[in-house]
């Protein structure tokens, strides 16, 4: 059986909503699960999700073609998408 692969999004709103899904990260990543967090540059620096064994990859938050782009990259082949303020 493959690993079950998670996208998390995140636009970057509140400070609960990152800290929520750091929390989740680090939970389903030590549950064997592949997670990506998709949020702006500036999240990552506040939260660090990549200290939870998460990969992360920087979205802007702003939904122009490039970022719709990259958002649908990393959700391509996903089991779980899940979306955060």
Do not use: K
């Not at 990260?25 to 549950?31: E, I, K």
């Not at 999700?49 to 782009?69: C, Q």
């Amino acid at each position: 059986m493959s690993q079950l692969r998670t996208v998390q999004v995140l636009g970057g709103g509140s400070a609960g909503s990152s800290a929520h899904v750091g929390s989740l990260a680090a939970g389903l990543v030590a549950r064997g699960v592949q997670v990506t967090v998709c949020a702006p540059p500036a999240v990552d620096r506040a939260y660090d999700f990549t200290a939870t064994g998460a990969r992360f990859l920087p979205v802007p938050r702003r939904s122009d073609p490039a970022a719709v782009a990259a958002l649908r990259a990393a959700c391509t082949g996903a089991d779980v998408v899940h979306a955060h303020g």
